[in-house]
């Protein structure tokens, strides 16, 4: 005999009375498990298809316009280049990535083409004032910018909009530039009197990117002749941050600037994570008020019922130290069944229902497990335990009412 | 062995006071088999319970092996419930989804004695009350007879010296009733002290002294047969 024996015979024993409890943990586990693992592929999937699109925040000059960006013509208004020091130092989250850019419309082979200039990752990081306090040392927020920065292929700037190096004579050209200009890589270039060599054709994109060059930042600045400014930052903001007000953070810290978010690609991500996220908090509260008055219930009449048990207990020597950990026990027995009952359903709902609701491939979480088990075993203690002390408490005369 | 010293038990009962015991006095030595009788309400029930470390008087003092019992914690009164007393119970209370082995095990693992330890003296304990074949019967499959058995060798289980049986025939008919005092006889004789609350005329002569109490107070001792035994049904 132990007090595990003692607790699970009574578990079997009066199961059918159980039965309510337990289903009610199981249940509310079960849909937390699975709304928690089916949001978290759907926001993992809308944030690549963010991440493909690039930014989702720019900072502009106060009186360009979204229409300015997409169409490359802002040469005409500027903001200066210390914006991206005052971003890059800021200590605001969710800014997983900081791209700022000049553009100057320059004429090859007879067409317009833009000539843009940006600035390598290596930048940001020689530059010791930045290190430590700079984006690249912080935690990825949302993951949209996973992956972001750590390639050396100069084409992932096409859809990353981060490139690790890129030295002074060098250039990447778009796909319609190449295609105009016959360019492909290693071939030299000439641009406002200066030659570059060709390192990389970007592929399509579909995006006025299609008709770039792309330099260096400071050598766009030098062919511009307007000193150290940029015609815009793209910003690459996590989600869940712009929808905290991110904008407005960054509208404080650069007051001479505007900023603006593409809400179309923005909203969508923003929109499915908090539908998700308050699905997932609804049925958290549920779970709390219905399956912790479920148990709660439960034992109380559990309690009452083995009363005169409790009380025959205590007259073959058991403390009320021991009665608590009977009933607490029993507690934790059942947090744990439905914690891990919840999980492995959870799972297997998320696993067959995600592709048909949301429409991405669910794989199984197993850091849910945890949450699971927590939350059920959590609830399961917390809702037992005044009744478990009301039974310590019991007055062991109750076994001899019948005299 | 045992005593009590002006012991008084009073509490509340829908606004009125009542008193359960009135200032009792007795000294039950070592070896001895006391019967307590009276009519319902007496205040049997409150004398055995306090002997037992169950239920604190209002006034007095009660001693077990010379220490007093309400002087202690109530882990240590727990303990020595564990180690000095055996309770047999009317209607058994034995836990009705344990098997009668695991039933006389609780005692021990209430004492934290080894599993394996303590399914031998369990077996050796149901041997003893002639039940070695229904070691494995939950107590619903068990007749009354067999399961005031199995409590008495859930009593014996921790071999404590003072055994308190409240009204332990009065659900048996008389031929198992006669059995079980016969029981109590045998370990009265083995020197453990006994206190046994009764209504069975029969079953208190069977004991060394008698005890009556009325109105909770005690009226008369004496020996089992001189007693001044009175039916129940005569005061009741």
Redesign the interface.
């Known amino acids: 005999?132990?007090?595990r024996?003692?607790v699970l015979?009574?578990i079997?024993?009066?199961k059918s009375q159980l039965l309510t409890s337990f289903l009610a943990i199981l249940l509310g586990i079960t849909v937390i498990v699975s709304i928690k693992n089916i949001s978290h592929y759907s926001e993992l999937a809308v944030a690549r298809e963010m991440d493909s699109l690039g930014a989702n925040v720019l900072v502009l000059p106060k009186s360009a316009t979204l229409q300015d960006y997409y169409a490359a013509d802002m040469q005409g208004e500027t903001i200066p280049e210390e914006y991206v020091t005052t971003l890059a130092m800021s200590d605001l989250a969710g800014l997983d990535n900081i791209s700022p850019k000049l553009s100057l419309p320059v004429e090859l082979g007879g067409k317009t083409f833009t000539l843009t200039g940006i600035l390598p990752k290596s930048e940001f990081q020689a530059k010791a004032a930045w290190q430590g306090a700079g984006i690249f040392s912080r935690p990825i927020g949302c993951g949209a910018s996973v992956g972001m920065m750590g390639s050396d292929d100069k084409k992932t700037l096409a859809r990353k909009r981060v490139i690790e190096t890129l030295e002074d004579n060098e250039v990447l050209v778009g796909a319609d530039v190449a295609a105009t200009l016959g360019l492909k890589e290693a071939d030299k270039l000439d641009v406002l009197g200066k030659t570059f060599s060709v390192t990389a054709v970007l592929p399509q994109t579909g995006t006025v990117d299609d008709s770039r060059i792309f330099a260096h930042l400071h050598v766009v600045q030098d062919l511009s002749q307007k000193g150290p400014v940029i015609n815009a930052i793209e910003v690459v903001g996590c989600c869940q941050e712009i929808s905290k007000g991110l904008v407005e953070k960054i509208n404080h810290l650069l007051p001479d600037a505007k900023v603006v978010t593409v809400m179309q690609i923005a909203a969508s991500q923003i929109n499915v994570n908090r539908m998700m996220s308050n699905l997932s908090l609804m049925f958290l509260v549920i779970i709390i008020f219905v399956g912790g008055a479920s148990i709660a219930n439960y034992m109380y009449a559990n309690v009452f019922e083995r009363r005169?048990?409790i009380?025959?207990?205590?007259?073959?020597?058991?403390?009320?130290?021991?009665v608590l950990r009977i009933f607490l026990l029993k507690a934790l027995i059942l947090g744990l069944a439905g914690g891990i009952g919840g999980y492995v359903l959870g799972t297997i709902l998320a696993v067959t229902l995600g592709p048909k609701l949301a429409g991405v491939i669910v794989l199984p979480m197993p850091l849910l497990a945890l949450l699971a088990v927590g939350i059920s075993v959590g609830l399961a203690l917390a809702a037992s335990f005044f009744p478990a002390w009301r039974a310590a408490r019991l007055d062991?005369?109750a076994?001899?009412q019948?005299? | 062995m045992l005593r009590m010293e002006n012991v008084s038990k009073t509490y509340r009962h829908r606004g009125h006071l009542v008193k359960a015991l009135d200032g009792a006095t007795l000294h039950i030595a070592g070896g001895d088999f006391v019967s307590v009788v009276g009519p319902?309400g007496s205040g049997?029930?409150t004398l055995?319970?306090m002997l037992?470390g169950?239920?604190s008087p209002s006034e007095g003092r009660v001693l077990l092996q010379a220490a007093s019992v309400y002087d202690l914690s109530?882990?240590e009164r727990?303990?020595m419930?564990?180690?000095k007393v055996g309770?047999v119970?009317?209607?058994f209370?034995l836990?009705?989804?344990?098997s009668a082995l695991?039933n006389v095990?609780?005692?021990?693992?209430?004492?934290k004695m080894e599993?394996k330890a303590?399914k031998d003296r369990a077996t050796a304990l149901l041997e003893r009350v002639g039940l070695a074949d229904r070691l494995d019967h939950k107590p619903g499959e068990l007749s009354v007879g067999q399961q005031q058995r199995v409590a008495l060798a859930?009593m014996l289980a921790?071999d404590p010296a003072v055994i308190l049986a409240?009204?332990p025939t009065?659900n048996l008919d008389p031929e198992t009733s006669q059995q079980i005092i016969g029981f109590l006889e045998e370990f009265n004789t083995e020197g453990k002290t006994i206190v046994m609350?009764t209504h069975d005329p029969r079953a208190a002569k069977r004991a060394k002294r008698t005890l009556r109490l009325q109105d909770g107070a005690i009226t008369c001792q004496g020996a089992g047969e001189e007693a001044g035994w009175q039916p129940d049904s005569a005061v009741a």
Do not use: H
């Open positions: 005999m132990r007090l024996t003692l015979r009574e079997f024993e009066r005169r048990e009380g025959t207990l205590m007259a073959l020597g058991a403390n009320s130290g021991l062991p005369c076994t001899f019948e005299v | 319902s049997k029930s055995l319970l037992g169950m239920l109530p882990r727990a303990k419930r564990r180690e309770f119970f009317q209607t209370n836990v009705p989804y344990l695991e095990q609780v005692p021990l693992f209430l004492a599993e303590q859930r921790n409240d009204e009065g609350v």
